[in-house]
T-cell receptor
Framework: GENVEQHPSTLSVQEGDSAVIKCTYS??????FPWYKQELGKRPQLIID?????GEKKDQRIAVTLNKTAKHFSLHITETQPEDSAVYFC???????????FGTGTRLLVSP | GAVVSQHPSWVICKSGTSVKIECRSL??????MFWYRQFPKQSLMLMAT?????????EQGVEKDKFLINHASLTLSTLTVTSAHPEDSSFYIC?????????????FGEGSRLTVL
């Protein structure tokens, strides 16, 4: 089955700086890679996703890149703001059973 | 947008009792629902896949007799934690894709925080 690794586990940046979170996956057949933001005690919220037929996708301050050969994908947040502080999870869809396998999470702290 | 409603949002129970958590898709049909468990400061771990009209598929290490899953209709799945113990205390959250749409996107319920005394 799919295995997803994520790093760093914690990331502290100053407001306005960029933040990058990286994930690797094991199943070369996985074809869908979403990123979720989770605030304490709340449900995960989809912030951006990318499919295996695309190398990069951008939505305002958020971008995701995918390298299928290396089996890794990254989340880039530019011009970070304090409200970006949360836990971010990457995930990969297991093509065998259509389930999402999550990474271990990154706690992002943006200081004013 | 697709909405998944989950109840209760929090529950406290005594050790040895059973607790039922409901997950409903409000504006779409969900033939499949995924049940995740999240311990504090940890990731979401898939427990089982609920399938309407058939038995649930459990992940390795998850006891099917302890975590009973029923997918009664195209919009409702329930998770019952039987004979709950303090180590079952966790955040349980359901999610579902829209049936017939192979986008991969999952829509999550609000989650249920279970505390077993």
């Amino acid at each position: 089955g799919e295995n997803v690794e994520q790093h760093p586990s914690t990331l502290s940046v100053q407001e306005g700086d960029s933040a990058v979170i990286k994930c690797t996956y094991s199943d070369s057949a996985s074809n869908y890679f979403p990123w979720y933001k989770q605030e304490l005690g709340k449900r995960p919220q989809l912030i951006i996703d990318i499919r295996s037929n695309v190398g990069e996708k951008k939505d305002q301050r958020i971008a995701v890149t995918l390298n299928k050969t290396a089996k890794h994908f990254s989340l880039h947040i530019t011009e970070t703001q304090p409200e970006d502080s949360a836990v971010y999870f990457c995930a990969a869809r297991d093509t065998g059973f259509q389930k999402l396998v999550f990474g271990t999470g990154t706690r992002l702290l943006v200081s004013p | 947008g697709a909405v998944v409603s989950q109840h209760p949002s929090w529950v406290i129970c005594k050790s040895g009792t059973s607790v039922k958590i409901e997950c409903r898709s409000l504006d779409f049909q969900a033939t499949t629902m995924f049940w995740y468990r999240q311990f504090p400061k940890q990731s979401l771990m898939l427990m089982a896949t609920s399938n309407e009209g058939s038995k649930a598929t459990y992940e390795q290490g998850v006891e099917k007799d302890k975590f009973l899953i029923n997918h009664a209709s195209l919009t409702l799945s329930t998770l019952t934690v039987t004979s709950a113990h303090p180590e079952d205390s966790s955040f349980y959250i359901c999610s579902a894709p829209i049936s017939g749409r192979d986008t991969g996107e999952l829509f999550f319920g609000e989650g249920s925080r279970l505390t077993v005394l």
